[in-house]
């Protein structure tokens, strides 16, 4: 005879409702009782029918994920895979799926988040991105439709659940480390200037060079793809410059990857000529050569409680504030001091 939810319940000593809520993982339920009735399903063999119960709920248990875009280029960069595993473990804990949009165009991702709504196929959406004046933000709040997003809104702070790193001031923070070695004539290399991140750390580095009395030079900043290939196009601008920086902060570990080469390849040494800050701290910044000096912003746990939010938001119909996640800054080999005696920074 199968085992039934009322044969865990009377094991366990709670309400038949009690065990359907643990199942999911509810977080209204304590964790005493989550134990006791977990120990109780073990002992009699029950497996919940997850099928059935999304039928009986109307619900996919199925958290649909919308990135900038769905190219090659993106997929190259390992800041994809590590969020990407942060998503898929905090959705696994709670027992739900994840499907990936698979649109190449902005108009293609649009028409598939609007399938996805529409078509009834997922209970709730996590934007991978933040972006000024997003039309799929715009439609998922007239739908009131839950949703989460990674990276700071642009608009309806207050009103959108999101995560996200400070990164105004990590990067002032990394603007601050290369003035203290010295430098003051130092770049900013970033990424796609309609995301908000890209704005935030721009303005961080501004911030910085402003309250050091360093004057910003508008050709030392650049904006660029995500890409090993965006590095090496922003090192060959820079050196055309008359008085190239002396050092750059640079928004992703695989554009200073590219950037390095590419110097190198022109007889530009790191950091003996240009010292590079970047962020991200994926894996190989430590195996560059020079290992780089990384802002490490916890790509997993970005995921992670992107994951945490929206299924909590889904649960309980109460949508959590915005949560920032701490970043720290990790020192390598790849700046500099320019000045006798500077003492490098540790936060």
């Known amino acids: 005879m199968a085992i039934a939810i009322k044969d865990v319940a009377q094991l366990a000593n709670v309400a038949p409702s ?3 809520r643990v199942i999911p993982n509810n977080p209204r339920i304590s964790e005493k ?6 120990k109780a399903m073990t002992k009699l063999g029950y497996h919940p029918n997850f ?4 039928l009986a709920n109307q619900s996919t248990r199925i958290i649909g994920l919308v990135m900038p875009s769905s190219s090659n280029d993106y997929y190259q960069n390992p800041f994809f895979p590590t969020i990407l595993q942060g998503l898929s473990e905090g959705a696994q804990e709670n ?7 698979t649109g190449k165009t902005e108009d293609e991702i649009y028409e ?9 196929m997922v209970d709730g959406i996590i934007l991978m991105y933040s972006r000024m004046n997003d039309h799929i933000l715009t439609y998922l709040r007239e739908r009131d439709f839950p949703f989460v997003i990674i990276g700071k809104p642009y608009d309806y702070i207050e009103e959108i659940t999101y995560v996200d790193n400070d990164n105004v001031l990590a990067a002032e923070q990394a603007t601050d480390y290369l003035i203290k070695l010295g430098h003051e004539r130092i770049g900013f290399i970033g990424g796609d200037v309609t995301l908000v991140m890209t704005l935030d750390r721009l303005s961080g580095y501004e911030r910085a060079l402003k309250r050091a009395g360093i004057d910003r030079r ?12 965006g590095g090496q196009a922003a090192a060959k601008r820079l050196l055309s410059i008359e008085k190239p920086p002396t050092a750059l902060v640079v928004s992703d570990d695989l554009m200073a990857l ?7 390849e022109m007889g530009v040494r790191t950091p003996e000529e240009i010292s590079i800050v970047s962020f991200n701290n994926v894996l190989f ?20 409680q992107a994951a945490k939010g929206i299924i909590h938001m889904l649960q309980t119909g109460d949508a959590p504030a915005g949560t920032i996640i701490p970043h720290h800054f990790v020192e390598r080999h790849s700046c500099r001091s320019i000045k006798q005696g500077a003492m490098a920074m540790t936060y």
């Open 18 to 20: 009690t065990v359907a």
């Open 33 to 38: 009782t989550k134990v006791r009735v977990r």
């Open 51 to 54: 099928i059935a119960r999304s």
């Open 95 to 101: 027992h739900y799926s994840l499907l990936l949009s």
């Open 112 to 120: 598939g988040v609007v399938n996805m709504v529409q078509g009834g």
């Open 218 to 229: 508008g050709e030392y900043t650049l904006h660029e793809d995500f890409l090993h290939e």
């Open 258 to 264: 590219g950037i390095v080469h590419s110097l190198r």
């Open 285 to 304: 910044s430590e195996m560059s050569l020079p290992a780089l000096t990384s802002v490490d912003i916890n790509i997993f746990d970005l995921g992670y």
